[in-house]
């Protein structure tokens, strides 16, 4: 069985990161380029049925489609050997590499691999990426430097910004080079493996549904339809469904709302949905019968998921996702089965680390629990979209390295 990958970036790169991808057996590769890093999103929503994971031939278009993605992804980085090849062609033809200008990459890291290489880190500046940033702003912040420092050059990560600066500045684009790619496929393959597996457990939902306003009608059918699943009487009052979690998280918007409890609303005065996800029928039967229990005391328009490890998530009755605010502080809390207070810590957490991504010891240590109850918590988080693993970082001990996630709450 193949596993499906879709390359993104620009025209240049696409072939040459897919070629590198297509080394690998087992690999059916798609190319979708682009004439600018802003067109990314629309490329992954289009053909988002057609792949198991993403991957991104920089950090732009990974971070720019990162709310259209339902799909595991990586993006391939540019720090390390990348820019140490980008030092030693500069030298080759004679370039000051002391005071560059580098555009995209973390900071510490450009530093870290600079020092490295023993060049001086003093004059170097660096503008890291951040949601939101532009080409402009990169070839603005390129110009500043080059103003006054003439013989300076810029290094970019972005086509737009070297389009831009060429003719100038003095300007050096960086392109991945295979070893990296061959990391950032290793770390997506491992998640998409993960994620395939995962889409292969069996979703039972158990529904209850009051006469509809015109009487019984084909509604959940359709409904059903929609997720390529069955549907069956299980008691006299309850029906099931029956489908997979793949379809259900991409219905879902993963896991986070559900539109058709919202369309069976506005006929039914009682819609309420438990689904559990499970390894085998029985299994996941448990956890709907769980998981509808659950939608009871949320009221007459309810839905929940059920997983492994008590994870518990309410879906939204509408497609959009509505900011943590005062006035949904509770209803947040519900849906990840935390307290409003734990909620309240969590945002103080959030708070102080100022957009820094947090490690399950982090969330331990802010709340004061243990790392099993954090672990939990993140859980849940992810499940209902307000956290997303960002990364990993040294656990300063032997083991696999700490998961980071960005919260958004």
Known sequence: MHTSIGVVGPH???????????????????????????????????????????????????????????????????????????????????????????????????????????VPTDGIRTMPYRPGSGSADFAA????????????????????????????VPVFRLAPLPHSVRTALRQLLLTATSQIQEDAQVALGLVELSPGADGESGELAREVGALGGSLSNYSSTTSMIVTTRGPLHDVSHGFTALPMLHRLGRTHDTVRIGFGLGHSGAEAERLARRALSRARSYGSIAAVVSMRNDVDVMLDAAPEQTPVTEQSRAVVASRVGLSADTLDRLR??????????????????????????????????????????????????????????????
């Open 12 to 118: 240049d790169l696409v072939d040459s990161v897919a070629a590198v991808c297509e080394e690998h057996p087992g690999i059916q590769v798609h190319r979708f380029d682009y004439d600018h890093e802003s067109q990314a999103a629309e490329l992954v929503s289009t053909h988002a049925s057609g792949v198991d994971g993403w991957l991104f031939t920089g950090i732009v278009p990974y971070t720019i489609s990162q709310e259209a993605r339902t799909r595991p992804a990586a993006f391939v980085d540019y720090s390390g050997s990348t820019l140490l090849q980008a030092l030693v062609r500069l030298l080759r033809d004679g370039r000051d590499v002391t005071h560059l200008s580098v555009d995209t990459l973390d900071t510490r890291h450009v530093h870290d691999t600079l020092a490295a290489a023993g």
């Open 141 to 168: 912040f390129h110009r500043r430097h080059a103003a006054r420092h003439p013989d300076a050059v810029a290094i970019t990560c972005l086509a737009s910004v070297y389009d831009e600066l060429e003719g100038s």
């Open 348 to 409: 103080e957490v959030t708070t102080t680390a100022g957009g820094r991504a947090l490690t399950t010891r982090d969330i331990a240590d802010g709340l004061g629990i243990q790392l099993r109850t954090a672990r939990r918590i993140l859980q849940r988080l992810e499940m209902a979209g307000y956290a997303k693993r960002s990364g990993n970082a040294d656990s300063g001990t032997i083991g696999r390295p700490l998961t980071l996630y960005q919260l958004t709450l």
